[in-house]
């Protein structure tokens, strides 16, 4: 054993002191040189944005210090005797045993530490304060130990504590003891109500297949376009509420923007799924799956599938989340206090973090969100959980009945008081249909416009011009019309329909301005055609315009 590591007094008392070595010091140094980067960032950037490199740099400069204060400090990590526990973070005092209720080895985060929690009257309370420390729980982190002797402090700490806090210790393990019999014994019983939860198993395996016949259909693993989403029956106001395309609310759940969204779902489905799955039951799960994606989708109508095209099972998931979330409340007299507590607390922050990050970031459909969760939770509400082994099979069937009732109703609900929005059915396929055109199209307009440009400031000759229009831009613009003219009619939108008049009509003045300078057409008729087409130019560009706007 290291002598500067961990060392014992006469009197039995053992102490356990950082080490350089330990991983503390190594993230400490990187801090330091993130902070280091930053302070030269600040330099380079200036006045513009250098306070952020500054205010970045002293931040990350500030974590390295607190993180090697314990390095530089002579107060030891912690401190093991008959006379109680102490250690740096504790400001150096020592917390006889008689103040301390508990004492458990924690791992938070992958790092090692100790909780006390001292009673009321402790006479340490005071002393051992700090600004996050203020109740009745002390922390001692056992991070600036090497790895090797954390779990040798921390099982020292413990022993100490049974072998001089006898009463209090005994105490303590006796009603965790209670706790993980009483945890035991439920999840046995949900066990043995649903032993497989094949529920979750067949969701999961339905997201994953239809992932699967995606990249068959040549879609892109992380990045799939909207209008391949749209293709495959991505949710769209327009398409579901004006074209009676009401399957979308469903074959929008089990498409995903790629192997991240479709890996994330999948992730917190199986977490909490299965808790679900054998509370309530399989054929409730698929009830409760269903009903909060299809009201998830339902609400998203009013919001994210007005502009953008919407996927995902995270409607349904939080509808999972939502039912873990009020089967727990509604039975927490007959579950474990410990795990009531613990799932309420975990899954509930979870769920609050996400929707506060759904609002907070754009292009997530966080109304899919709220309609998922609220569906799920009402669902739970109105079901019967498989604990409840004293309702009979008529009142399950009933309960059934009248949860899916509520779930059409309020889908129903939201589907007719829904307007719609973009029309994604014309846009992809105007997208579509200008795949083969645009590259011409805009080669033929840029160089147009450049001439245009040229003649105006002088530097090219009306003569110059004229011979362009013969030599380049007609002809471009005479391919662009063929072009148009070859594709389908079935994929002529208005906007297809507006441009291709725009080019046709841009050609013939071209033609005619030609034909005027050259002298080869009557002057009269062909100026009164020239007014007649720049005339019918102007409602073109206001629609193109808008249509543009409206994208």
């Given at each position: 054993m290291d002598e500067r590591m961990r060392l014992a007094t006469g009197d039995g008392q053992q102490v356990f002191r950082a080490s350089w070595t330990s991983s503390t010091v190594w993230l400490a140094a990187f801090m330091a040189l993130l902070a280091a980067g930053c302070v030269v960032g600040a330099v380079a950037a200036g006045s513009r944005g250098g306070w952020m490199f500054a205010a970045l740099g002293v931040f990350l400069g500030l974590m390295a210090w607190l993180l090697l204060k314990p390095f530089l400090s002579a107060h030891p990590i912690l401190s093991v005797g008959a006379d109680g526990i102490g250690g740096f973070l504790l400001k150096g005092q020592t917390i006889p045993w008689s103040d301390m209720d508990d004492l458990q080895h924690l791992q938070v985060q992958n790092l090692d530490q100790l909780q006390?929690?001292?009673?009321?009257?402790?006479?340490?309370?005071?002393?051992?304060a700090s600004l996050f420390h203020r109740g009745l729980k002390r922390a001692i982190v056992l991070g600036p130990l090497r790895r090797s002797e954390r779990a040798i402090a921390a099982q020292a700490a413990l022993q100490a504590f049974r072998q001089h806090a006898s009463h209090q210790a005994q105490t303590v393990l006796n009603g965790r003891m209670e706790a993980l019999q009483a945890h035991e014994a439920f999840e046995a019983r949900l066990r043995s109500l649903t032993p497989v939860p094949w529920a979750v198993y067949l969701v999961i395996a339905v997201n994953v297949a239809v992932w699967l016949f995606n990249l068959l259909d040549g879609m892109s693993p992380m990045k799939p376009t909207p209008a391949e989403l749209f293709a495959w029956g991505a949710n769209s106001t327009t398409a579901v509420v004006r074209d009676g395309e009401y399957w979308r609310l469903f074959t929008?759940?089990?498409l995903h923007g790629g192997v991240l969204h479709l890996g994330l779902n999948m992730f917190a489905l199986w977490d909490a799924g299965r808790r679900v799955c054998r509370w309530y039951g399989n054929g409730q799960f698929l009830l409760i799956y269903l009903g909060a994606g299809l009201a998830g989708s339902a609400l998203s109508l009013h919001f994210s599938s007005q502009q953008a095209v919407s996927v995902g099972a995270s409607g349904a998931v939080f509808g999972v989340l939502g039912a873990l979330l009020v089967g727990v409340y509604q039975h927490r007299a007959s579950v474990p206090k410990a795990m009531a507590t613990q799932l309420m607390t975990s899954q509930g922050v979870f769920v609050a973090l996400m929707l506060a990050q759904g609002f907070a970031r754009s292009g997530i459909d966080n109304a899919a969100h709220v309609g998922g969760l609220l569906a799920g939770a009402l669902m739970a509400w109105l079901l019967v959980e498989q604990i409840d082994e004293q309702a009979g099979a008529a009142r399950r069937l009933g309960r059934q009945a009248v949860s899916v009732l509520a779930v059409l109703l309020v889908v129903g609900g939201l589907v007719t008081t829904a307007r719609p929005g973009a029309d994604h059915g014309e846009l992809f396929a105007t997208q579509s249909a200008l795949d083969g055109v645009l590259p011409q199209l805009q080669a033929a307009e840029k160089a147009l416009q450049a001439d245009v440009d040229a003649q105006r400031a002088r530097r090219l000759s009306e003569d110059g011009f004229i011979e362009a229009l013969e030599q380049r831009h007609i002809p471009a613009y005479t391919e662009v019309d063929a072009a148009f003219k070859?594709?389908?009619?079935?994929?002529?939108t208005p906007m297809l329909t507006d441009l291709a008049e725009f080019h046709a009509t841009m050609l013939e003045i071209m033609?005619?301005?030609?034909?005027?300078?050259?002298?080869?057409?009557?002057?009269a008729q062909t100026r009164a055609r020239l007014n007649e087409l720049a005339a019918r130019l102007d409602p073109i560009r206001a629609r193109l315009r808008a249509e543009g706007d409206r994208e």
């Open positions: 006390i929690v001292l009673h009321e009257g402790a006479v340490s309370r005071a002393a051992t929008a759940t089990v070859a594709l389908d009619s079935r994929q002529f033609t005619l301005e030609v034909a005027q300078y050259r002298s080869t057409a009557p002057s």
